[in-house]
């Protein structure tokens, strides 16, 4: 399991490794009130050694290197100019909701990047096509494309 040391079976519900995936923002509101903005689209970062979580006590009891990668820097979407931003610290791209039924109507994509080796030392290859590690070179209308696909 990804939960902490000692517990490594059982996941906290609330940790570094979790993302927030829907808020009210003022962006999103009118006439002074805030309105919703749901995330859809998470990349989640899963690093192993030979199979297995690796483990830094000294830093965090979490595995390392492992969990949701914000997809927002300083309150900015990196991934979409027309996105807003939610969460706490760590922020994802959200985009505003404006009915019951488009919020019903949203769905949530979770990109799951391997980084490191297999439990025979083979190299996980999916961290090489991580949408983050490309954002600085595409446009919007190339990750929108991504996204679009998934």
């Known amino acids: 399991g990804m939960g902490p040391l000692p517990y490594r079976d059982y996941p906290l519900v609330s940790d570094d490794g979790g993302a927030i995936y829907y808020q009210n923002v003022s962006a999103c509101g009118a006439n002074g009130f805030s309105g919703p903005a749901v995330v859809n689209f998470l990349v989640l970062n899963i690093t192993m050694t030979n199979g297995a979580y690796s483990y830094s006590p000294s830093e965090s009891p979490l595995p390392v ?10 309150g900015t979407c990196l991934m979409d100019s027309d996105s807003v931003c ?12 404006n009915s019951n ?12 990047a391997y980084y490191g080796t297999d439990k025979n030392g083979r190299r996980f290859t999916s961290g090489s096509n991580n949408p983050v590690n ?16 998934l």
């Open 101 to 112: 039924a488009a919020l019903q109507n949203t769905k949530l994509h979770i990109w799951a």
């Open 134 to 149: 490309f954002q600085q070179f595409s446009s919007d209308p190339v990750f929108n494309k991504i996204k679009g696909s």
């Open 65 to 74: 290197q492992s969990g949701f990668v914000p997809t927002c820097k300083d």
């Open 86 to 97: 939610v969460g706490e610290g760590k922020q994802n791209c959200a985009t505003c909701v």
